[in-house]
């Protein structure tokens, strides 16, 4: 066999290369610094110098994957790893590809699967099953097995698992976790029990992967934990953005990030593009297969995602995004219903200006500040709804349709007495529940600082003071129910219950 070191030196696949190859009488081939960055040069390397085994970081083997091969080349096995592959190989390649997966801490290889040519296209290549003396386990958050299908943590353990990390004790009993006999009766399944039992203790490591098993028993990577992140109280993984975009035929490669700025959450799609497309077209595509929340702000096109030494994506080397637009498209507002709309967006999006042409959506905006937009150009006199500004996200165009309303210069004043049911509330009564306490509440707080019962009391009435559907009070007549709101002061008194004494 005629192998190659391709890997930099400082990526764990650089040992896993050669040393198997040295053991087992083949010889090494290693390319110059110029054929490992392209990769047309690197295909036609690796047929010249008849090369019959290679590994290529996941990123350069995409790439090389995209190219024709000449019917002459004797590579037999491409393996890839190192970050997630997203596509299977085309039809017709003259080579086997094997997708890898495996952490450091685990050393180099912890599952491996072929990826068949004709695997569906509609989800990303497996990353196979566990090597042999390898465990792998899909955890939740208390160390409870998942089903098959949904996502929980990669835990490994086995023979390659390492000791820990040098002089960092803390980090090592973070990650390094042990799971006894007695843990494995109450956390896991029959399944995972026995190889648990299989000795006293089991050292796992938490990989921070997360992953689901298929049907077929392989498994599937989804992403990093870390990679999950939550913006405006909705959680989202970032690597289902890019496996969606990737779905659209002018997207070559793509990288979502989240950026923040005063105090500003922002989802961000860099697009290596394969053909001419505008921010636009991209986010209409997303709009009717991903919900509001998971739809990016900005779209920044780049002729190449940045990587790291190891053939990784750079995160932390992805430029900010440029939410202000180019001065030569900039024109001023002209008439006091585009003055109004310029200062509301620019106080949101936190920009200097804003222009009559500049899009929304393409400065930042997004369906939960459109939400703000049109509350604040109602409180101006401006009558809006978010439907126009969907379908007019320029100044100008929804000034043009803007009507006018009374300026709100105050709000509701104090509400007391005798309301009439709302229509949901009449509902409710019409039910008939049963239950005496349907209609009650309750919540256990534990506070970590000395608790000022006095100020407590007083931030409570306070609340009951501005809030007045806190006062309401639902009586039974002769009518039927009706609903009263009573004076601030007049509600049910704080009752105080010490419970120090009892034991927990």
Same mark, same amino acid.
């Given at each position: 066999?005629?192998?190659?070191?391709?890997?930099?030196?400082?990526?764990?696949?650089?040992?896993?290369?050669?040393?198997?190859?040295?053991?087992?009488?083949?010889?090494?081939?290693?390319?110059?610094?110029?054929?490992?960055?392209?990769?047309?040069?690197?295909?036609?390397?690796?047929?010249?110098?008849?090369?019959?085994?290679?590994?290529?970081?996941?990123?350069?083997?995409?790439?090389?994957?995209?190219?024709?091969?000449? =019917?002459?080349? #004797?590579?037999? $096995?491409? *393996?890839?790893?190192? &970050?997630?592959?997203?596509? !299977?190989? +085309?039809? @017709?390649? %003259?080579?086997?590809?094997?997708?890898?997966?495996?952490?450091?801490?685990?050393?180099?290889?912890?599952?491996?699967?072929?990826?068949?040519?004709?695997?569906?296209?509609?989800?990303?290549?497996?990353? =196979?099953?566990? #090597?042999?003396? $390898?465990? *792998?386990?899909?955890? &939740?958050?208390?160390?409870? !097995?998942? +089903?098959? @299908?949904? %996502?929980?943590?990669?835990?490994?353990?086995?023979?390659?698992?390492?000791?820990?990390?040098?002089?960092?004790?803390?980090?090592?009993?973070?990650?390094?976790?042990?799971?006894?006999?007695?843990?494995?009766?109450?956390? #896991?399944?029959?399944?995972?029990?026995?190889?648990?039992?299989?000795?006293?203790?089991?050292?796992?490591?938490?990989?921070?992967?997360?992953?689901?098993?298929?049907?077929?028993?392989?498994?599937?990577?989804?992403?990093?934990?870390?990679?999950?992140?939550?913006?405006?109280?909705?959680?989202?993984?970032?690597?289902?953005?890019?496996?969606?975009?990737?779905?659209?035929?002018?997207?070559?490669?793509?990288?979502?990030?989240?950026?923040?700025?005063?105090?500003?959450?922002?989802?961000?799609?860099?697009?290596?593009?394969?053909?001419?497309?505008?921010?636009?077209?991209?986010?209409?595509?997303?709009?009717?297969?991903?919900?509001?929340?998971?739809?990016?702000?900005?779209?920044?096109?780049?002729?190449?995602?940045?990587?790291?030494?190891?053939?990784?994506?750079?995160?932390?080397?992805?430029?900010?995004?440029?939410?202000?637009?180019?001065?030569?498209?900039?024109?001023?507002?002209?008439?006091?219903?585009?003055?109004?709309?310029?200062?509301?967006?620019?106080?949101?999006?936190?920009?200097?200006?804003?222009?009559?042409?500049?899009?929304?959506?393409?400065?930042?905006?997004?369906?939960?500040?459109?939400?703000?937009?049109?509350?604040?150009?109602?409180?101006?006199?401006?009558?809006?709804?978010?439907?126009?500004?969907?379908?007019?996200?320029?100044?100008?165009?929804?000034?043009?349709?803007?009507?006018?309303?009374?300026?709100?210069?105050?709000?509701?004043?104090?509400?007391?007495?005798?309301?009439?049911?709302?229509?949901?509330?009449?509902?409710?009564?019409?039910?008939?529940?049963?239950?005496?306490?349907?209609?009650?509440?309750?919540?256990?707080?534990?506070?970590?600082?000395?608790?000022?019962?006095?100020?407590?009391?007083?931030?409570?009435?306070?609340?009951?003071?501005?809030?007045?559907?806190?006062?309401?009070?639902?009586?039974?007549?002769?009518?039927?129910?009706?609903?009263?709101?009573?004076?601030?002061?007049?509600?049910?008194?704080?009752?105080?219950?010490?419970?120090?004494?009892?034991?927990?």
């Amino acid at each position: 066999d005629r192998a190659t070191q391709i890997a930099g030196p400082g990526f764990d696949a650089s040992v896993w290369e050669l040393w198997p190859y040295l053991t087992a009488g083949a010889s090494i081939h290693i390319p110059d610094d110029d054929t490992r960055a392209s990769p047309s040069q690197l295909r036609d390397w690796l047929v010249s110098k008849a090369i019959t085994i290679a590994f290529l970081p996941t990123p350069l083997a995409e790439s090389v994957l995209a190219l024709e091969w000449p =019917g002459e080349t #004797v590579l037999r $096995t491409l *393996l890839t790893g190192g &970050d997630k592959l997203h596509l !299977p190989p +085309p039809p @017709g390649l %003259p080579f086997a590809l094997i997708n890898n997966y495996g952490p450091t801490e685990y050393t180099v290889v912890t599952t491996s699967g072929l990826v068949p040519p004709n695997a569906s296209v509609d989800k990303a290549p497996s990353i =196979g099953r566990p #090597v042999a003396n $390898t465990q *792998l386990y899909l955890l &939740d958050p208390h160390l409870q !097995p998942v +089903p098959v @299908g949904v %996502p929980g943590e990669l835990h490994v353990g086995g023979a390659g698992l390492a000791r820990g990390y040098l002089n960092r004790p803390e980090l090592t009993a973070e990650k390094f976790i042990e799971v006894n006999s007695e843990h494995a009766e109450r956390s #896991v399944n029959s399944v995972h029990r026995s190889l648990f039992t299989a000795s006293r203790t089991t050292r796992l490591y938490k990989t921070g992967d997360l992953c689901r098993y298929r049907p077929d028993g392989n498994v599937e990577f989804l992403g990093r934990l870390d990679h999950q992140v939550k913006i405006r109280g909705f959680r989202v993984e970032l690597g289902e953005i890019e496996n969606v975009l990737r779905g659209h035929a002018a997207v070559q490669d793509v990288a979502a990030w989240v950026w923040e700025e005063a105090g500003s959450k922002r989802l961000v799609a860099y697009v290596v593009p394969a053909a001419e497309v505008s921010a636009a077209e991209l986010r209409a595509f997303l709009q009717g297969k991903l919900p509001d929340h998971m739809i990016p702000t900005a779209f920044v096109m780049l002729e190449a995602l940045p990587l790291t030494a190891n053939g990784k994506v750079d995160r932390k080397a992805l430029p900010a995004p440029d939410w202000t637009p180019a001065e030569r498209n900039y024109i001023a507002p002209r008439t006091p219903k585009e003055e109004t709309l310029a200062a509301i967006w620019s106080q949101l999006l936190s920009l200097k200006q804003v222009g009559t042409g500049d899009n929304f959506f393409e400065l930042g905006g997004d369906s939960i500040l459109s939400i703000q937009v049109i509350a604040r150009a109602n409180q101006a006199g401006l009558c809006l709804t978010p439907r126009q500004l969907f379908e007019h996200p320029t100044i100008a165009g929804l000034a043009a349709v803007a009507g006018t309303t009374q300026i709100i210069h105050a709000e509701q004043g104090l509400v007391t007495g005798e309301v009439p049911l709302t229509p949901i509330q009449r509902w409710f009564f019409e039910q008939e529940f049963a239950g005496p306490y349907h209609w009650n509440q309750s919540v256990l707080l534990e506070v970590r600082q000395p608790l000022d019962r006095v100020k407590l009391e007083a931030a409570v009435r306070q609340l009951l003071a501005h809030h007045d559907s806190l006062r309401s009070r639902f009586e039974h007549v002769e009518a039927g129910w009706q609903q009263n709101i009573v004076a601030p002061g007049e509600e049910t008194p704080l009752d105080w219950f010490d419970l120090t004494s009892l034991s927990n």
